[in-house]
């Protein structure tokens, strides 16, 4: 039977994450297109794996809620948990997983938006 | 498969959704002011008050796109991907029971009626967290023919009976089901044995063993227990009755009511001398 070692699966997820990374920067880049127009591939590269790894401090680890995450700093900005007590207040629950936060988030986001009109 | 908003949202799509969504949920304004719905992710009910919201965004332009869950986690190879969680750990289930308790839009304080909506609500709740569950039914002997009885006579910790104001008398009664149901996970105990226990905060302040659950219950002569998976909002199997709820439209109307229900009792009770 066929064994896969462990060095090789941690170098299959290595290449996941790169692969998850490159399409949520292709993502971003579509969907945001303003924002990006002055990044480069490699700087919007950095710009996702920086969102990742910032992510995942909140236990946001599944692609769904990582590109969420990475979604709501484009919109709101590097310093959006300083900048807006709804996201700092939801993101520092350490009593739900990160699902449901980002779920929390994009609840709150409507209501944000809606008062703000 | 669900829809969810595309970001950037768009804030005129919103307005006139708003518009339209409390235009069709006069009962959510209070002296011109809109009451939000629930935050809460896992709450089914607000759940489909967000889908109809949605309807209302897409009618009015807002784009939507179409995502599929549960996500893999990044990184996540065919060897390492999480699974549903079948078995939880007793501190696990000690903090699911706390989470279902605190969810303030189900009636656990309304004893007279509802357990199978709340059970249904909190089945569909435990599933949004990954968690597999089943659900618990508990008959007097003679239920659904003409000898079935409201045997189940449900007590406290300290044995007085669960009471609850009359709807009509405002008097307080105690309470007497023909039956009842709850969920239940499988928990691992500290002997490493795996044990159902049964999730129910109108009955108690923490998981109970399906023995437990049945004895506070009275356990009456003749009583019998059956088990279903969480699908069905209400079944039978010993006279065949089974009646499924899968867009939770009954169920969330259901809590509603008896929320409602609640309240009149309570304050009947409390305008009596």
């Known amino acids: 039977m066929l064994e896969i070692g462990q060095s090789q699966i941690q170098a299959l997820e290595e290449a996941q994450t790169d692969r998850f990374i490159s399409s949520l920067a292709n993502h971003l880049r579509l969907a945001f297109n303003d924002q990006f127009r002055n990044y480069s591939n490699a700087d919007l590269l950095r710009f996702v794996h920086s969102c990742y790894v910032w992510a995942n401090n909140y236990g946001a680890e599944t692609e769904y809620d990582v590109r969420r995450f990475s979604e709501f700093v484009v919109i709101y900005g590097s310093h959006m948990n300083e900048d807006h007590v709804w996201i700092d207040r939801t993101l520092t629950r350490d009593d739900i997983s990160g699902q449901e936060k980002m779920d929390i988030l994009d609840n709150l986001e409507v209501q944000f938006i809606r008062f703000s009109l | ?273």
């Open chain 2, 1 to 273: 498969m669900i829809r969810r908003p595309k970001k950037p949202l768009d804030p005129s799509a919103l307005a006139k959704a708003d518009d339209d969504f409390y235009k069709a949920h006069p009962e959510m304004v209070n002296n011109g002011k809109r009451t939000s719905i629930s935050t809460d992710p896992t709450d089914p009910c607000a759940d489909i008050l967000r889908e109809e919201w949605m309807d209302n965004y897409v009618a009015n332009g807002g784009k939507v796109e179409q995502v599929t869950l549960p996500s893999n986690k990044v990184g996540c190879t065919k060897t390492s991907c999480p699974q549903t969680k079948n078995t939880l750990s007793e501190k696990e289930a000690n903090q699911l029971f706390k989470e279902l308790k605190a969810n303030k839009n189900i009636p656990f304080d309304y004893p007279v009626d509802c357990c199978y909506s709340r059970a249904h609500s909190m089945c569909r709740t435990i599933e949004n967290k990954g968690i597999g569950c089943q659900k618990l039914w508990y008959f007097d002997q003679g239920w659904g023919t003409n000898d079935g009885k409201a045997s189940l006579h449900p007590h406290k910790p300290d044995g007085s009976a669960v009471s609850f104001p009359d709807s009509v008398t405002g008097n307080s009664e105690p309470i007497a089901w023909v039956y009842h149901v709850a969920p239940t996970v499988k928990v691992k105990k500290a002997d490493g044995t795996i044990q159902d226990m049964v999730m129910d905060p109108s009955l108690a302040d923490r998981p109970l063993t399906k023995d437990e659950w049945k004895t506070i219950q009275g356990n009456p002569k003749g009583a019998y227990e059956e088990v279903t998976d969480s699908n069905p909002y209400f079944s039978n199997k010993k006279l065949g009755y089974y009646e499924p709820d899968p867009d939770m439209k009954e169920t969330c109307a259901q809590l509603e009511k008896h929320k409602k229900d609640r309240g009149v009792a309570r304050s009947l009770a409390t305008k009596k001398p």
